[in-house]
């Protein structure tokens, strides 16, 4: 059996690869990506979980998260597509005039 | 008709004219406003005789009458009722003042038909008479309070009538604020007197008082009498607070005639002889009262002396008579003080009112040197001038000289008299005589040096005018013979009338030490007071009228002390000096650049801005509107929140 820890280290792993991308990358869809990242990084540690514990509640999570993260996708995507055809750019960095 | 009834109708009447005119006069014409004021003026006299008649006969006087209308006060020992308190003495001081008032009204008419604010004159006269009645009637200290600072704030719209020249408010001001001085030191009196017998009403405290041990608790007594006695000297114009009177005559002429001769300026010995009991139980104030009225008559009269403005000679006049009343109370003798009191409003509004008369004649002139046989044209003025100048100088016959003779009497044989008191005071009637002469042979006799322009305008003054002046005049004359002195055989029936009054007092004071005096009878005591008259009168007649340039070189020769005295021994300058610019400078420089302006304004208002802006504007950097920073302090906040969920369990 892989232990336990094996699968919760991936998941930090991957979590953490999905935090750095988010806050280092600057093409919006790469940051995007890396959103996709940490939620999955997340439902691997529920499925960790679920399969340790004998309970099928992780997996119903994980159901969850899938479908909210596909409905995010769906929903940052449009938004993206009208920011890009008002800015002509998808620099992160050239969004910012919500500032003070 | 019962008491409480027609006190309460003497005080309203006044206010109901006050309130009438003060709000609709300005759309009435002259003769309804000033039917108004006189009318309400002459409801109270006819009041106020009421009230004597119906309180002589009654059966429980000479007992006093209290009637308690309202409770106005009450918290906890504390307990000041709307009540009035009438006996004998107030019976004489609401008689005096209420026909006084009417009288000035009276002229007032006349005197201020061509001036304007007419409905304002007259509605702060009213209310003036409203507020002097409310002190002299009040049965407590606080009520009492209440009318005098009532008196102080008409003084003060009076005064400054004309306030468009500054002068004029100026004046106001300078009344105000001196006898605000005074008003502290009542105050704190009357609190202390709390503290110490835990009621403020006459006939508790006085009882009270008088059932103390001889010479228990009499340091805190003097203490009381001292501190309200500084409220008598601030509005009756002692020493030192005198210095506003002069300057009150910017008022019009029958404010001066009112409110700074007859009324107000009479409520500090009002006030004595009220509390006559404690002064009689602390000795040491009541010498130093007579002590201080002693001084100031002298220090007074002497400035009177080279005034060449006629309303300032009789302004410095009437602080030296008030000196007089204050003797008469400090020795021991307060029926003589009350009784100058109710002659010297007779004679001295008199002598206002006449000025004034003068005053129209002369076109608005008031520099003596600038008049001079006036007795043709103006001969119903010269003629009650001549009357109560020879009042005021204390000839037998006229009403000064009985008053004035009883205070003498009592400042040499009285329970705290001495000899030195009454020769200081024989020399003082002699200098009033004097000045007061000088003054009448100036403006009425010899020679006219009225210039050109103003001799035309010269004429005696309308019947509404003189009516009043000789209604005056004939009480200047009689208003002494209701007390006909013991040296000539007579029973002082004043005196005996407001024994009851006093006799509280007269009997704590019999028990200070007696000292006789191996010195002049009481014959010689008044005999030499009218000789100082005489002779007063003799050298200003001569000097003024009969050869009229000794005057001049006696102010060649003592130029130095005529100068002193024409600027009223630089008193004012001196205040000036030692007060009111300390207080300017620390006002301006201190209070009001660095206080107000810097630490308020800028530290405390302008600094709460300015420090919000500052941490605004630091803080307003994390709104970068860079999204990667965003996601950067949400992913350290969701690790810090971490760290402490782990940290704590």
Known sequence: MVPLSHYLALSVILFVLGAAGFILRRNIISVFMCIELMLNAVNVAFMAFSRFLGSLDGQLFVFFVIVVAAAEAAVGLAIIIAVNRNRESLNIDDLDSMKM | ?649
């Open chain 2, 1 to 649: 008709m019962n008491l409480q009834l027609l006190l309460l109708l003497m005080l309203l009447a006044p206010l109901v004219g006050a309130t009438l005119n003060g709000i609709s006069g300005r759309r009435l014409s002259q003769p309804i406003v000033s039917l108004i004021a006189y009318g309400s003026a002459g409801f109270s006299m006819i009041f106020a005789i009421l009230a004597a008649w119906v309180y002589s006969t009654s059966t429980s006087q000479p007992a006093p009458f209290l009637h308690s209308y309202f409770t106005w006060i009450q918290a906890g020992d504390l307990r000041a009722d709307y009540a009035l308190y009438y006996d004998r003495l107030t019976l004489v001081m609401t008689l005096t003042v209420t026909v006084v008032a009417f009288l000035i009204h009276l002229y007032s008419r006349g005197y201020m038909e061509h001036e304007g604010g007419y409905y304002r004159f007259f509605s702060y006269l009213n209310l003036f008479l409203f507020m002097m009645l409310t002190l002299v009637t009040a049965a407590n200290y606080p009520l009492m309070f209440v009318g005098w600072e009532g008196v102080g704030l008409c003084s003060y719209l009076l005064i400054g009538f004309y306030f468009r020249k500054r002068s004029a408010s100026d004046a106001g001001k300078k009344a105000f604020i001196v006898t605000r001085i005074g008003d502290a030191g009542f105050s704190v009196g009357v609190a202390l007197l709390f503290w110490t017998f835990h009621s403020l009403d006459f006939q508790t405290v006085f009882a009270r008082i008088e059932a103390l041990p001889q010479t228990e608790f009499e340091g805190t007594l003097t203490a009381i009498a001292l501190l309200i006695f500084l409220g008598a000297v601030g509005k009756s114009a002692q020493l030192p607070l005198y210095v506003w009177l002069p300057d009150a005559m910017e008022g019009p002429t029958p404010v001066s005639a009112l409110i700074h001769a007859a009324t107000m300026v009479t409520a500090g010995v009002y006030l004595v002889a009220r509390s006559s009991i404690l002064y009689a139980r602390a000795p040491g104030a009541l010498a130093i009262v007579g002590l201080v009225g002693c001084l100031t008559a002298l220090f007074a009269a002497t400035i009177a002396l080279t005034q060449n403005d006629l309303k300032r000679m009789l302004a410095y006049s009437t602080i030296s008579q008030l000196g007089y009343m204050f003797l008469g109370c400090g020795v021991g003798v307060f029926a003589a003080g009350i009784f100058h009191l109710m002659t010297h409003a007779f004679f001295k509004s008199l002598l206002f009112l006449a000025a004034g008369s003068v005053m129209h004649a002369m076109n608005g002139e008031l520099d003596m040197r600038k008049m001079g046989g006036l007795r043709h044209k103006l001969k119903i003025t010269h003629a009650t001038f001549l009357i109560a100048t020879l009042a005021i100088s204390g000839v037998p016959g006229f009403a000064g000289f009985f008053s004035k003779d009883e205070i003498l009497a009592g400042a040499y044989e009285g329970p705290l008299g001495q000899p030195w008191l009454y020769w200081l005071g024989t020399i003082t009637a002699g200098l009033t005589a004097f000045y007061m002469f000088r003054g009448l042979c100036l403006t009425f006799w010899g020679k006219s040096r009225v210039e050109p322009e103003t001799q035309h305008h010269l004429h005696e003054s309308s019947s509404k005018m003189t009516v009043p002046l000789m209604v005056l005049a004939l009480f200047s004359i009689v208003a002494g013979y209701v007390s006909w002195p013991r040296v000539l055989g007579g029973g002082e029936a004043f005196d005996r009338y407001l024994e009851p009054v006093f006799s509280p007092a007269q009997e704590a004071l019999r028990n200070t030490p007696p000292h006789h005096f191996e010195g002049l009878s009481a014959g010689l005591v008044m005999g030499f007071s009218v000789v100082a008259a005489l002779v007063g009168i003799a050298v200003a007649v001569w000097w003024y009228w009969k050869s009229t340039d000794i005057p001049q070189k006696l102010t060649e020769r003592f130029a130095g002390l005529h100068e002193i005295l024409v600027h009223k021994y630089y008193v004012d300058e001196f205040y000036h000096c030692l007060i009111v610019r300390p207080i300017c400078v620390t006002s301006d420089k201190f209070l009001w650049r660095k206080v107000d302006a810097g630490a308020i304004d800028g530290v405390l208002v302008d600094g709460t801005g300015h420090a919000t802006a500052r941490v605004g504007g630091v803080l307003r950097r994390i709104q970068s509107g860079n999204i990667r920073s965003y996601a950067t302090w949400v992913l350290l906040g969701a690790v810090l929140w971490l760290l402490y969920i782990f940290v704590t369990r």
